[in-house]
């Protein structure tokens, strides 16, 4: 085995150019492919957390009163799934709006009376989607006294939605792209194999087996995948480490934000796949080729 290392070795710096095209391409294809796998898990970890512990405002009926609230509270905790309640009297909502824009607008001057519901504000447990809100949420809504719930349902449903739309878009590209990279490295193989075809012709006239004869190409489609993978994760680390701060204090104050790095389960997928990808490759040539 380590006679057919060292000969791909060999061969991969006496045909310098047509590797260096395979690896670079390769690495092209990995790190489009790595983005769209760092995108999705931050993402996918940032819905989690909103589905985990989310709060949500419950909006009272005109006729509520206040001698309804135990009552009203123990039928909502009796629907299970609440870690916290805080009732909120309108005046006290209102008194809190004045002081936040009061400063800002004359409108609290023309009122005369409070335009505003008794409300009470709850921190659901974990859900495990977003479908299980909406039926939580649904519930509550069905309650006496209760005239509406707000989760922010709206934007959060428009972001799952392009969300899953990207994401599909995602797997279609990164699957071109892959392609891409697999036709050219078969490619690449193909050229390297007619540079060296009287040294094969001459292997089997003396006898060298099909296995002797496709083993260092098939160790060089290897070295060529895996080196590929590295530049690839090595180039997108370097973006990570150059943009990630900057985007972590930019929307820490609105959204939460925990960008990490690719998981190491994802890294070793990612090199498995490269390495793969140069193998492959290097077979589907050769099979065309020593028909």
């Known amino acids: ?8 070795l060999t061969d991969i710096r006496s045909n310098r150019f047509l590797n260096l095209i395979t690896i670079i391409t390769i690495s092209l294809s990995i790190l489009i492919v790595s983005v769209f796998m760092l995108f999705f898990e931050n993402t996918s970890r940032v819905i989690e957390v909103w589905n985990q512990g989310g709060r949500a405002m419950i909006y009272l009926e005109k006729q509520f009163s206040q001698e309804m609230l135990p009552g009203l509270k123990e039928t909502i905790f009796g629907l299970g799934d609440i870690d916290e309640m805080v009732f909120i009297p309108k ?3 209102l008194d ?3 002081k936040e824009m009061g400063s800002r607008t004359d409108f609290f001057k023309t009122l005369k009376t409070n335009p505003l519901p008794d409300a009470i504000e ?5 859900h495990g989607s ?7 949420a649904r519930q509550i809504e069905s309650l006496d006294m209760v005239e509406n719930v707000e989760y922010g349902q709206g934007w959060l449903g428009k972001f799952l939605n392009i969300f899953n739309l990207f994401k599909m878009t995602g797997y279609a590209m990164c699957g071109l792209f892959l392609l891409i990279a697999l036709f050219i490295t078969a490619n690449t193989v193909r050229l390297a194999f007619y540079s060296r075809r009287l040294e094969v012709e001459i292997m089997r006239l003396v006898g060298a087996t099909e296995g002797f004869i496709k083993t260092p190409f098939y160790v060089e489609g290897l070295f ?5 993978g590295v530049v690839g994760l090595v180039i997108l680390l370097v973006g990570y480490l150059t943009i990630s701060s900057g985007i972590a204090e930019n929307l820490a104050a609105y959204v939460y934000t925990d960008i990490q790095f690719l998981s190491v389960k994802a890294i070793l997928i990612i090199l498995f796949s490269s390495t793969f990808l140069g193998w ?3 077979y589907l040539s050769l099979k065309q080729i020593l028909k």
């Open 280 to 282: 492959f490759g290097c």
């Open 130 to 136: 977003f479908e299980q809100i909406q039926g939580f």
């Open 122 to 126: 709850i921190k659901m447990k974990s």
């Open 224 to 228: 060529q995948g895996f080196i590929g």
């Open 91 to 93: 005046d006290q909502a």
């Open 96 to 98: 809190k709006l004045k």
């Open 1 to 8: 085995m380590i006679r057919f290392v060292q000969k791909a």
